[in-house]
């Protein structure tokens, strides 16, 4: 992805938080200079990957398949004790027909909420135990009632709408076409993209960037290390 996109991105994702009424953080508009000086106090944010977060799931084209997500707080599970969180929450972008592709986690329980703007779409499957699409039928929990779910079924969500995902469900999700753009709330056990995603096919989960604009901010991965 270009920089120039990933910071467009981000621009519009701050419009359209604000927009839900949903406030960031501070750290969310450190700028890289602001960054230069910062040490050890700030390791929360650098060793759990809060912050931006901008992908096209190795895709090449975001607007299919991508996602903008902005990760608040986060635990660890490689450094429990430094990081006891045991909980995680991020805030995220989700446009119309853009598919974050087909995933499930061995680790991580997630709640999805439709935090404002059009309408969520999931479809979900079991995973088997040899980690394909399973054909047979399960549960899920909406907003606390329990629903069951036939093997690919799609399942929409209006504002304020939330549902459960256990580990071994695997989910793609995206805006409903002609409902306009999501924002999108995650509540869940700690997120650790390194090693709890099991993607059915998706080729990466963060893209090569092409450097053709300096950086708004940085991405997650980006921060500078500390001696
Ligand atoms: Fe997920």
Redesign the pocket.
């Known amino acids: 992805m270009k920089r120039s996109r990933i910071n467009a991105l981000i621009n519009e994702a701050k419009y359209l938080f604000a927009s839900a009424g949903f406030k960031l953080p501070p750290f969310a508009y450190w700028t890289p200079e602001q960054w230069k000086p910062k040490g050890h106090e700030v390791d929360e944010i650098r060793e759990n990957a809060l912050g931006w977060d901008v992908t096209d799931f190795g895709s090449g084209d975001f607007d299919r398949t991508g996602l903008l997500l902005f990760t608040i707080r986060n635990g660890n599970y490689h450094h429990p004790d430094s990081y006891p969180k045991p909980y995680a929450e991020k805030i995220m972008v989700v446009k119309e027909n853009q598919v974050?592709p087909y995933?499930?986690?061995w680790l991580?329980r997630?709640d999805?909420i439709n935090r404002g703007g059009g309408e969520l779409v999931l479809e979900l499957y079991r995973a088997t135990k040899d980690e394909k699409l399973s054909d047979e039928p399960f549960s899920v929990s909406i907003d606390g009632t329990e629903k069951k779910c036939m093997p690919g079924e799609r399942i929409s969500l209006k504002p304020g709408e939330s549902i459960c995902?256990e580990p071994f469900v695997y989910?793609k999700f995206y805006g409903g076409a002609g409902r306009g753009t999501v924002v999108v709330g995650e509540v869940s056990a700690v997120n650790d993209d390194t090693t709890d995603?099991r993607f059915l096919d998706a080729p990466g989960r963060f893209p090569e960037i092409e450097e053709d604009e300096p950086p708004v901010h940085l991405l997650c991965n980006e921060y500078p290390a500390v001696a």
């Open positions: 974050t995933h499930f986690h991580k997630e999805i995902l989910h995603n």
